[in-house]
C-alpha cells in the first residue's frame, strides 16, 4: 500500500464525486467504517490508489473511496518553458519510449508530475507526455499557483496590429497576442476562450462574420486542401476520435502549426503541430474565410 501511495507522491490529482451519495471509508473495503457519505460534486485531494479503491483526504481526513464514483483529474504542480528546439515529448519516462510531439525552445508548459529528471506535460486534449528535465526550465513563480504564463497580461493585450502586413499575417499577429489565455468552457473574451470562442474572438477583430460553434464554423467558408493551407485559414478536428462530427477548431499560422485554444482543465491558447499524431489522426478539414 506504501508503494501505491508513493505513486503520486509528485503529482497532485482532484477527484469528484460522480454518484448522489457516496461512502467515504476508513479503509478500502465495503465492509470497513464509514467515516462520512460526500455528495455528488464533493472534490477530494487523491493521495494514492490500490485495487479498485482511491485512498483521498477531505476535510483533514483520509480515507478510501471506491473507484467507480470518483473521477479523477490532473492538477497543474508547475510551469515551464523549453529550453531548446525539437525537444522530444515522449509516452513514458525515458529515450526509448514513442516520441509523441516536438517542442521548440520558448514553448510554455504545464507540468503535472515530476519523476526522476522527467516532467510530465500536458500536450492538449487530455494527452501527456514526458519531456527530460535538461530541455525545461521551470518557472518558479508558477509552481502550485494554477495560474498559466502569460494569462495575467493577456487580458490586457494591445489590440493594435502592423497594418503594413497582409491580412492573413495580421491575423496570426493578432492571435498569438492571445497566448496563455485560460481556456473557459463556452468562454468568448480574453478572461477565458473556448475553442471556437477564440476563433471568433480573433475573426471578429478583422470584421469577419461567423457561426459560434466548431462545427457551425466548419460550414462556412471556402474548402482548403489540407496541403494548400496558409496562414489564417481554420483547421477543424473530431477530437472524440470518430471522425462522424467536427468539436475543435483552430486557425493554421503557417509551418504546419496552427493555434488554438485547447480544451483539458485550466489548458491555454497554445500552439501546436498538425503533425502531432494526436491532430494528424483527427484532422478532419480546412476552410478559408478570407478568399
Known sequence: ???SVAAFAET???GIITSDTVNFRSSPDTSAKILDQLKKGTK???L???GGWYKVSYNDASGWINDQYLTVRDEKTAAGAVTENNVNVRSKPNTSSEILTKLDKGTKVDIYEHTGNWYRISIGEERYGWVNGDYI???EGK???????GSETAAAIDPSVDENLDVRQQIVEYAKKLLGVRYVSGGYSTKGFDCSGFVGYVLDRFGISHDRTASELSQSGAAVKREELQPGDLVFFDTNGGHNSINHVGIYIGNDKF???SSY???RVTISSLDDSYYNKNYMKAKDYLS
Open 12 to 14: 497532485a490529482k482532484t
Open 143 to 149: 509552481v502550485s499557483r494554477g495560474v498559466v504564463e
Open 265 to 267: 482543465l485550466n489548458r
Open 48 to 50: 494514492g490508489s490500490e
Open 259 to 261: 493555434i488554438h485554444a
Open 137 to 139: 526550465k521551470i518557472d
Open 1 to 3: 500500500m506504501l508503494m
Open 44 to 46: 477530494v485531494s487523491v
